[in-house]
DNA sequence: TGCCCCCTGCAG
DNA sequence: CTGCAGGGGGCA
């Protein structure tokens, strides 16, 4: 599911939430899910994003790095505020927008709970890819997801992306920027969506990018960034911001799950066809 | 450097 | 029922 958007929203939201806490109880659901330590009494430091992942800097030297993969979801339940009145206890958050969830939670894909004194964090994982491990920060950095992350992709120069086609001549462009230590932070959507706004072919072989090439893959990965962070992020599926809501990008895309419908610059019909093992969106005319 | 796989669930 | 889904690790 999520892609560099959609996590950056999340790690938004819950520094909103979440910091400064200390963690009172983390009830792992599914062993699958939970690697480590539970981090029992540690307190909340700092959440950063990195590439789709997200480090959460808590006190005594430990780490909580969290990967969301294809259908993970962190959703903050406040707990209710209560007064007394009335002859009992009422609650004051009515008409937030993650009362559908004080229903729903947790729901039958959360694999771990974290009970903070402000509130609820569940960790929802359909497909069970997701991950939450506690480390020493001191070990963060030779993490073996963390140690493959390359450039961020709101990050990276000119020069290093040139090489890295250069160095894999024969990978097309589109496995080129799915592939993390290249680029960190594009998946599936973006990286459709960055190749039509660019005007380039996924299937473009590495060797035949040009500097000029890749000075409009930085621009429209900026721009398709931005806008997906912008619009906090696309919901396809699963995704949902950690108030509960769905983001907004996916009415903006102009490739990523259109085959077959006219494209939104030409109106020729979108391609769909699969490449590195993922469907890949591209108009034929547009895109060269 | 491309495939299979980890899983669950949904559309066709 | 088969195929496919936002990720990425491990294996030729």
Same mark, same amino acid.
């Given at each position: 599911m999520p892609e560099l958007p959609e996590v950056e929203t999340v790690v938004r939201g819950l520094k909103k939430h979440i910091i400064g806490q200390a963690i009172k109880d983390v009830e792992v659901l599914n062993k699958k899910s939970f690697k480590g330590t539970k981090p029992k009494g540690l307190k909340i430091k700092s959440i950063i994003r990195r590439g789709k992942g997200i480090v959460i800097e808590l006190s005594k030297d430990k780490t909580l790095l969290i990967h969301l993969k294809m &259908?993970?979801?962190?959703? %903050?339940? $406040?707990? $209710?505020?209560?007064?007394? @009145?009335?002859?009992? #206890?009422?609650?004051l958050n009515l008409g937030h927008p993650t009362d559908d969830?004080?229903? /729903?939670? !947790?729901?039958?894909?959360?694999?771990?709970?974290?009970?903070? !004194?402000?509130? +609820? *964090?569940?960790?929802?994982?359909?497909?069970?890819? @997701? %991950?939450?491990?506690?480390? !020493?920060?001191? /070990?963060?950095?030779?993490?073996?997801?963390?140690?493959?992350? @390359?450039? /961020?992709? =709101?990050n990276i120069s000119t020069a290093h992306l040139l090489s890295r086609c250069q160095k894999r001549p024969q990978s097309s462009i589109k496995a080129l920027l799915l592939?993390?230590?290249?680029i960190t932070g594009l998946g599936n959507i973006y990286s459709d969506e960055v190749l039509f706004e660019a005007g380039i072919r996924p299937t473009r072989k590495g060797k035949t990018i040009?500097?000029?090439?890749?000075?409009? =893959?930085?621009?429209?990965?900026?721009?398709? #960034?931005?806008?997906?962070?912008?619009?906090?992020? &696309?919901?396809?599926?699963?995704?949902?911001? $950690? /108030?509960?809501s769905p983001g907004r990008m996916q009415n903006y895309l102009k490739v990523y799950s259109?085959?077959? *419908? $006219?494209?939104?610059?030409?109106? +020729?019909?979108?391609?769909? +066809?699969? =490449?590195?093992?993922? @469907?890949?969106?591209?108009?034929?005319?547009?895109?060269?």
């Open positions: &259908t993970g979801q962190l959703i %903050w339940i $406040p707990t $209710p505020l209560r007064r007394k @009145g009335y002859g009992g #206890l009422r609650r969830f004080n229903r /729903e939670m !947790p729901s039958s894909h959360t694999r771990v709970i974290f009970k903070l !004194p402000k509130g +609820t *964090l569940y960790f929802n994982d359909q497909r069970l890819f @997701g %991950w939450v491990k506690v480390l !020493p920060t001191k /070990e963060l950095k030779n993490d073996p997801f963390i140690k493959k992350l @390359g450039p /961020e992709a =709101l592939d993390q230590s290249v040009t500097k000029h090439d890749i000075e409009k =893959l930085i621009k429209a990965i900026k721009k398709v #960034l931005e806008k997906g962070i912008k619009y906090s992020g &696309t919901s396809i599926v699963n995704y949902k911001t $950690p /108030e509960g259109r085959g077959g *419908l $006219p494209c939104r610059r030409c109106k +020729t019909s979108i391609t769909k +066809t699969r =490449l590195a093992g993922r @469907g890949t969106h591209y108009c034929r005319i547009c895109q060269t």
